[in-house]
Structure formats: C-alpha cells, structure tokens
C-alpha cells in the first residue's frame, strides 16, 4: 500500500507535514503501539484536504486523530496515514452565548475559553482530555454533562469534498456515540467545527467551580499514570469500575500495565507497558465480569491497528 515510491511523492509533494514509520507511542496518552506507516500535522484546512484528496486518489487508506488520548494502537502499528488535526483546526471564536471551537481545539482549551468569557456549559468536560473534535463524536462526558448536551450544529467535510452544516436535528445523539441522521454521508464524513450553546454566568463563579472539579479529578482518578481514561463503557444502569472492583481487579498488573488502585476503570501505563499487555489486561478483565455479572463491558478506548 504505502511503500518507498508513495513515501518519496509525499516527501517531494508535502515536505515535512508527513513522516514515515512514526511511532504512536509518542502520539497518545498511553504512550504504546507500534508505526504509522506515514503521519500527517496538516498547518491549514486547504492542507488537509489536499492531504486526504491525495489518499483518496492513490488508495492509501488514512485515520484522522485529535490528541490520541481516547486512542489504543496495537504493536504492529498502522497501515496507511495519521492525520492530525491539533494544528489546522485550532480556533474558537465567541458569538454572544455560542462557542464555536474547531475539532482540533483541546477539550481544556474550549472550558477555559468559555470560562474566560463568563459562559457556563462547558465545565463539566474540564476532567475530559483529548480534542473537542473526538469528544463530539464519541459525545464524550461525566456525570455532570456530556457534549451533547450543549451541542447546537457541526460543520462537517464530506468525501465529496463539500463542507455541510448539521443543525441538532440532523444528528443522532446517545451515551457515548455521536452519528448523523442521513445515511448517505457514509462514514467518511469529518468535524471541521462544532457550535456550543450557554448561558453567561460569572467568571468567578464558574473559575470556583472549575478548580473543585479539578480537584476532585485528581483525588478520583490515576492522573500521574499514562491512561487512555475510562476504559469500558458503562453498561445499563451500572457502573464498570464497580463491576471491575467488584470482580476483584482493582489493582491487578499484567506486564507493565495495571488496573488503577484509584479508579477501577483506567488501565494506566506503569511505565514498561506495551499494547499486547493492556489488551490481554482488558480481555481478562472482560472475561470475569461476563462470567460473575453475565455484563460484557465494551470498551469506551478506540482500538486500532
């Protein structure tokens, strides 16, 4: 697929925007996996589109990524390109009560924009890493809210190349999945930008409130650990870090990965841990619970490779 020949066009057409053999352990939050055969950090929107035209055309198969934190990559890597979005997509812009923030944005940087500007929404999401881009479309939150919940339209390229604006209505919205309405699209539609509706509010208020979630986030969860976050998804009317603690996981390591002894639902990165070792950790945790409680946990973590 992406062999020496297709590396030396894209050397010649796209300079250093692309890389080749990159490994992914530099590039998400459990710092593991194996090569990307080519990763991309497009600088502007024209860039990005040339850079997936260009796959499109000569059949290299691509994978767009924020900031890799809700990302699993295997040890023998990725076939085809990583497309970053965290430099061509990074601006937000205030209308009155509404945020519109690009996917690459950091999910932090959306909270503390909306904080700086007196508007109250956001601060659930304050415990939530990666870009605002991945937490739309896994509709990413916490007790307190989700993205959804505040989400009033995206803008999305389609494979034709057409940028499309999706109010709420277009969109199918549910725990932890984000799709829209109209089937046609397929699945190769990107987030260019999402558009948040809140309230103003003061910014004082609202910087208390940030700085006790926050706390609270680190008293809860292994925050000196490399972690993709929560790892399973909670099941119907149950939560997976009780049913992990509850199956007698809290704590275990296998290799170098280990089930966090604060918050049962994070497999952190003791530090030597590799792919292979955080995914046979999640079968065996997977295993027991479907065993003890018949509940077979799903993971909330992208798996790729």
Known sequence: MTNRHF????AERFGATVRCDEPMSRHTSLKVGGTADLYAIPK???ELETLIGYCREHGIEYMIVGGGTNLLVKDSGIRGMIIVLTHCLNKIVQDQSRIRAMAGVKTAALCRFAIKNSLNGMNFALGIPGTVGGAICMNAGTASGAMGDRLESLTVLLSSGERQLLKRQDLDISYRKLSWQNKLFGKDVLILEGSFMLEPADAKMLEQQAHEILNR???SQPTRFPSAGCFFKNPDGASAGQLIDLAGFKGKCLGGAQVSEKHANFIINRGSA?????LALAKMIQEKVHNTFDILLEPEVKIVG
Do not use: G, N, V
């Open 7 to 10: 590396q030396k066009q894209l």
């Open 44 to 46: 502007s929107l024209d």
């Open 217 to 219: 986030r680190h008293q």
């Open 274 to 278: 590799c792919a292979d070792d955080i």
